[in-house]
């Protein structure tokens, strides 16, 4: 797949197959957070209708043109996936197992269908059993719970809509249900956060057992609630709110993260991203190691062939685009809509020549240059604890890591931000506090 000079994204059909990360984009959440500047909204179900009406129709629009990839992993995130009726998401991987070929393990011509992961987002206050047991029925096997607080007072200061106690219930739910594999979202550096309160919710959560926690800081994100009132001059606003951690409770917090979370039984694999063994999350690990992913749904982002876009983030143009979509598919010869879109070869219509009206859903589409692909392949990879291997670089790129970064890369051991370790490159515990900082090194100007 690349951009044409029109922007257009054209598909090639390849000899070989190539791996494809799926994400799909559900915008929908019950009542928007204070700190979230996410894409995602609450809609009437007339909306929620409409707009799984389009997902389905962009999903449909590959079909056929997905030959050369494989897909082992697929992401349904949010907003919040599990806010809507289950039977939307089965609709999407009944569509999704139609029009990709998914699975692991690929020879020339065999494939793993069976250990593909799949992972959707739940939010506590929105799961139930039966949601639970359907998720399990579409071949789902990886739970993502946004918890971010054992605390209640702290979850109503984030204007998330449950309890730690509505959330453990959920989590025991899913664990009856049989999913082996629940990652944990947490957030720390909250308002009024203590060391104390965020230590009990890293103990509370590992003791859950779930196979995999996040623990992102928060970060006060410009056009949220809390940009008006921690970064703007809304005093009024403020008022009553606590303040943000000072530098050096953050500071602390963020060590006592790793110590704690080792503690029990978890291995920290990326910068914020902690594992028992053999549970990373293998799709994101994918977007850090650089494999292309195709984004689907409103605002969803795509890396194919280091071509980069993403889709509109305007709900009309984005359903807009879909319905004319379908119109086509509807008036072909065939009078086929996307509910039956064709595997290929059966006498279907050429879907190819509808591919354009689709594109029309496709914004800044850029191909990477070598030089942004080094970039991306050193500071993606760095974000992960192995690091990066010197090998690769060269296997990618032709070239050695050293002769592009040299000067940087001995300026970072030096100041003991890197391990500069054979082929071996990868962050010290320093540069994992000050990451932000490494990782900047590594542009090229
Ligand atoms: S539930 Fe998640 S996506 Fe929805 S508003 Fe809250 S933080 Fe944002």
């Known amino acids: 797949m690349y951009g044409d000079m029109a922007g257009n994204i054209i598909i090639k059909r390849e000899p070989g197959l190539s791996r494809l990360g799926l994400y799909i984009h559900i915008p929908f959440c019950v009542k928007k957070c204070g700190y979230c500047d ?3 909204a609450p809609a ?6 409409i707009y799984f009406d389009a997902l389905l129709a962009e999903i449909g629009s590959y079909d056929g043109r997905t030959e050369g990839y494989y897909v082992p992993t697929i992401y349904i995130g949010g907003g919040t996936p599990s ?3 289950p039977d939307y998401i089965c609709e999407v991987m009944k569509a999704v197992r139609r029009v990709f070929r998914t699975g692991i393990n690929i020879t020339d011509d065999s494939y793993d269908a069976g250990d593909v992961e799949i992972t959707v987002e739940a939010n506590p206050g929105t799961v139930n059993g039966e949601k639970l047991a359907l998720y399990k029925e579409a071949g789902i096997n990886r739970i993502s719970f946004g918890l971010q607080s054992v605390h209640d007072h702290e979850l109503k200061l984030l204007g998330r809509i449950h309890t730690y106690k509505q959330f453990e219930e959920n989590y025991r739910l899913a664990r009856s249900l049989g999913y082996g594999n629940i990652n944990i979202d947490l957030i720390s550096a909250l308002p ?9 919710t890293l103990r509370i959560t590992a003791g859950l057992s779930p196979e995999h926690i996040s623990a992102y800081s928060l970060i006060i994100e410009e056009g949220t609630p809390f940009y008006d009132i921690y970064k703007g001059n809304a005093s009024e606003i403020s008022y009553g709110y606590p303040d943000l951690p000072d530098e050096d409770t953050d500071r602390a917090i963020y060590a006592i993260t790793k110590d704690i979370l080792n503690e029990y039984g978890y291995h920290q694999y990326e910068i914020s991203n902690y594992s028992r063994p053999g549970y990373i999350c293998r799709h994101n690990a994918s977007y850090w190691t650089g494999i292309q992913y195709l984004g689907m749904g409103l605002g969803a982002s795509s890396l194919i ?3 980069r876009f993403n889709n509109t983030a305007s709900l009309s143009e984005y359903i ?5 979509y379908c119109k086509n598919v509807k008036n072909a010869p065939s009078g086929q809509n996307y509910h039956s879109l064709p595997g290929t070869d059966k006498g279907m219509p050429d879907i190819n020549c509808l591919l354009p009206d689709l594109t029309g859903i496709r914004r800044n589409v850029e191909h990477l240059q070598v030089k942004q692909q080094m970039e991306e392949f050193m500071f993606l990879g760095l974000r992960m604890t192995k690091g990066i291997s010197r090998d690769a670089f060269l296997k990618r790129f032709n070239i050695h890591a050293d002769e592009i970064y040299g000067e940087v890369l001995r300026k970072l051991e030096s100041g003991g931000l890197i391990l500069n370790d054979g082929d071996n490159i990868r962050l010290t515990g320093y540069g994992t506090d000050i990451s932000n900082y490494v990782l900047a090194e590594f542009m090229l100007n």
Do not use: H, P, Y
Not at 44 to 49: A, M, S
Not at 192 to 200: D, H, R
Not at 320 to 324: F, L, M, Q, S, Y
């Open 38 to 40: 996410f894409l995602s």
């Open 44 to 49: 009437d179900e007339d909306t929620i209708r």
């Open 83 to 85: 806010a809507v009726s």
């Open 192 to 200: 009024g956060q203590t060391i104390n309160s965020w230590e009990e």
């Open 305 to 307: 062939e280091n071509t």
């Open 320 to 324: 807009g685009a879909c319905k004319e």
